[in-house]
Structure formats: C-alpha cells, structure tokens
C-alpha cells in the first residue's frame, strides 16, 4: 500500500507532506479488526492544574477540528460537582468519530480545578470516584443478562500534567499518582516544556522518573512482545525513552523563518513546532495515544485495572471468589485461581521433592562415610600385618647373612644342612 501515495520522491526517498498530522485517518490500519466492526470508545482523562495547557493539549492532540473549546458551553446541563471553585469538577467531552468505516467514540474528560485551592489534600478524591463509578456502570452491565452491548466509559488513559518548574515531583503529584495508579493507565507529562531549556527537560526527566521509582508509582509501561518486528520494537523502544513526555500545545499557526506555517508557538527568537520530534515529545505522545497503544491502554484497563477493582469489590461485598457464582460471572478470575492452584501444587511437589533429594543425599553421606571408614580400617590392617611379614623377611634375611643359624623351631631341630 501507499505507492500510489505520492509521498516518493524522485530519489526514492519517503517524505512525509508537512501538515498531514497522524490522526484518525489512520486508525484503520492500527486497530484490531473486531473493534472496527464494532465501532469502539476510547476515553482518556487530563489531569493537572489550572493554566498547565490541559485544553490546548487536548484541541493540539484532535487537531482542532474535534474538540471546539465552544462545546463546553454548548454542552446540557453541567453534571453535578462541575462548579469551578469550590470542588474539583469532573467535564467530559464526547465526539464520534467515523473515518474509513471505522467508528470511534472519543472522549476526553477534564478535571478542572483540581490543585487550585489552598489546601489541595483530597483533590484526587473526585477524580477517583469518578473513575471508579465508570468501572460500576460497566460492571452493573456485566452483570446484566443481556450484555450484547457494552458501553465502555472506563478511562483507558491518565494524561497527568506536571509543572515545569524543572526540580522535582510536588508532594500533590506523588499523591495523586499513588492513589490513581492502581485504577488508570497513567501518562506523566511535562507542561508546557517550552519554558524549559532542552538540559533542563533532560534533567527534570531523569527527577521525575526516580520519584516516580522511588515511591513505587506504576506508570503506563507499553508491553514489551518477543515476536515484534524489528521495526516495532525501535518504535516503542523510541517512545518509551521520552517518558515523562516534554509537551509543548498550540492550537494556533505561526510561520516559521524558512516560510512555512506549522502549529506552534512564536518566540523572539525562534518558532517552537508542536509537530517536530526536535522541539518536543508531542508527537510520540499522540503516536503512543492514538496510533500504537491505543489497543494496549484498552486491554491493560480492561484485563489488569478494572479487573483488580473488581475483585476487590466483590470481596468487600462478601462475595466469596470461591463461590460458582463468582467464576461463572468471571471466566478471568476462575482462571487466574485455576492458575494459582496449579501453581500452589507444583511448588509443593517441588519442596517435597526436594525434601526427598535432601533426605538421601544425607543417607549417601552418612553410608559414604562408614564405608570410608571401614576401608579406612582394613586399610591399616592390611599395612600392619604387611609391616609385620616385612619386619619378619628383614629379621631372616640379615640371620642368613650373618651366617648365624636361623632360630630354631618349637621341634628343636635344625633347618638349614651344611
Ligand atoms: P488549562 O487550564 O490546563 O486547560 O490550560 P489552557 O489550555 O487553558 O492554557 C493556559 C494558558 O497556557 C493559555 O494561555 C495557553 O495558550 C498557554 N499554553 C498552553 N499550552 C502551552 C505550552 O505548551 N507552552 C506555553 N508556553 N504556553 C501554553
């Protein structure tokens, strides 16, 4: 495919048309061909404080055209607890997308007001109930008889914002990680990196990731598959190096100083492009989003976060995991204890086993050393009585020699004639 695209140069060389962003238009080919037919959702939620570019990431992210800041307003009526100012507000934007026969239904939720008030100690509180209500409302469907058609509203990414103040982690970020990471695929981001020198990225980078390792946070860590291409191994290889991603968000067009018109950010000095790998990590962020691992944050939300929310529920709901019941409305769990007996059993046979090996290895050991001894003993014996014959030959061999008789026997006579 794509000979006919135009994009080959005369030289055989592949240039990618300038302004032809990575979006939608290329899901087709990205997504497992059931979601296709189906039509899926996607939902991914920004979290951060205010003024960090949350809303121009998202409207750099869908390029515009999807995210119209307006349809806020224009949305019904605010669902309760969206007042700004007094609580964290949860906003949910929601667009179907339909591109190549492929039907998507983005959503993009945001968390106003979270960190901006005096004292920010629950501001993940809400955030946290909201997604656990999304896990209810598709485990209420779950259960239902009739589970034809699920509505997926779980959020399947966490894009947390981080001020680029260039030190380190503040102590309402690492809370709030610690408390989401269990629940949401969390993307760290550096804000607004173009106030950063490129240094100082490099260094805050390195900051963030040893906090985020020392207070054990569990970030989105992309699979890693044996059987991948070369190609895509790089691929993830090249994202995953960029994590915690520098984000630079613009949804406006500048010129350059060459001519062109690319989205950015204009300084005195020079023009940041949002969609140049050299200024900043925006695009891997939105190739990881919307083009690599949108498959992955789907399936890790599914099969790992919500799993473990609801097991955990149904437990604190006194549902015994044991129960039929339980594994009949949960193939996954039935399996994963299926597993752990198995496993449970192996490794008694192993300390049995061993138990066993470690009983005659000791039999051996002590069966080696009498024996040892034995011949030990008939060993001493043996020379003993050889010392005695040779004393003996040496006494008869100097009699002779000395032409003295040999003694005489018990009879009295003489052995030897002259
Ligand atoms: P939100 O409150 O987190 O949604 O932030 P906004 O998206 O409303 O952005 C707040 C301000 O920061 C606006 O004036 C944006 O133009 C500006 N801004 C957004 N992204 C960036 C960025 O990457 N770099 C810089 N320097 N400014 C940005």
Known sequence: ??????????????????????????????VHRRSVRRGFQFTAMVVGESGLGKSTLINTLFENKLFDLEQRSRNAAPPPG????????????????????????????????????????DSWKPIVDNIEARFDAYLEQENRVNRAKLIDNRIHACIYFIQPTGHSLKPLDIEFM?????????????????TLTDDEVTAFKRRILNDIHHHQIQIFQPPVYENEDEETIAENEEILSKVPFAIVGSDTVVSTADGRHVR????????????????????????MLIHTHMEELREHTNDVLYEGYRSEKLIAMGVNQDSSVFKEINPAAK????????????????????????????????????????????????????????????????????????????????????
């Open 178 to 194: 610690r408390r989401l990471h269990t629940k949401v695929n969390l993307i760290p981001v550096i804000a607004k990196a173009d």
């Open 82 to 121: 969206t007042e700004r100012g007094r609580t964290v507000g949860i906003e949910s934007l929601s667009s179907d997308i339909e591109e190549n026969g492929v039907k998507l239904r983005l959503t993009v939720v945001d968390t106003p007001g979270y960190g901006d008030f005096i004292n920010n100690d």
């Open 335 to 418: 399996q994963a204890e299926e597993r752990k007996l198995h496993e449970a059993k192996l490794s008694k046979m192993e300390a049995e086993m061993k138990m066993v090996f470690q009983q005659k290895v000791q039999e051996k050991e002590s069966k080696l050393k009498i024996s040892e001894e034995e011949l030990y003993a008939r060993h001493k014996e043996m020379k003993d009585a050889l010392d005695k014959q040779r004393m003996e030959l040496e006494d008869k061999k100097r009699r002779i020699e000395s032409g003295r008789p040999p003694t005489p026997d018990k009879s009295g006579t003489v052995s030897s004639v002259d």
């Open 264 to 287: 950015g950010r204009a300084y005195p000095w020079g023009t940041i492009e949002v969609d140049n790998e050299g200024h900043c990590d925006f695009v891997k962020l939105r190739q």
């Open 1 to 30: 495919s794509g000979s006919s695209s135009g994009l080959q140069g005369a030289a055989g060389m592949v240039r990618k048309k300038l302004g032809n962003f990575v979006g939608f238009a290329n899901l087709p080919d990205q």
